[in-house]
Nanobody, 128 residues
Framework: QVQLVESGGGLVQAGGSLRLSCAAS????????MAWFRQAPGKEREFVAA????????NYADSVKGRFTISRDNAKNTVYLQMNSLKPEDTAVYFC?????????????????????WGQGTQVTVSS
């Protein structure tokens, strides 16, 4: 069982930055790939970024590539999402999620149904 708690959301002006954190419980954090998803009002939840258990590989949605960076600190059981050059269209509730890292050749999935554990979400609002 993995419990996830997000923090770091808030209100920021367009062009600004925020860093989200997701703290995980348990002693096997490095066994899990971690991802960030987001959901805007009236829209489907969408993939933002993901990172393997070791932190050696990350992938991003095209809409955030070059602006957002996912990272993790396995000693602190925490995954981060650094968000720069924020746009109003980045406004959403951001969720972190965990999927068991299947090691060799594993690529973190972009589909939310593949993730077993979810946090409660943190609101990010970008004003124009």
């Amino acid at each position: 069982q993995v419990q996830l708690v997000e923090s770091g959301g808030g209100l920021v002006q367009a062009g600004g930055s925020l860093r989200l954190s997701c703290a995980a419980s348990g002693r096997t954090f490095s066994s899990y790939a971690m991802a960030w998803f987001r959901q805007a009002p009236g829209k489907e939840r969408e993939f933002v970024a993901a990172i393997t258990g070791s932190g050696g590989y990350a992938n991003y949605a095209d809409s955030v590539k070059g602006r957002f960076t996912i990272s993790r600190d396995n000693a602190k059981n925490t995954v981060y999402l650094q968000m720069n050059s924020l746009k109003p269209e980045d406004t959403a509730v951001y969720f972190c999620a965990a999927d068991l890292d299947r090691l060799l050749g594993y690529v973190p999935p972009r589909s939310d149904y593949e993730y077993d554990y979810w946090g409660q979400g943190t609101q990010v609002t970008v004003s124009s």
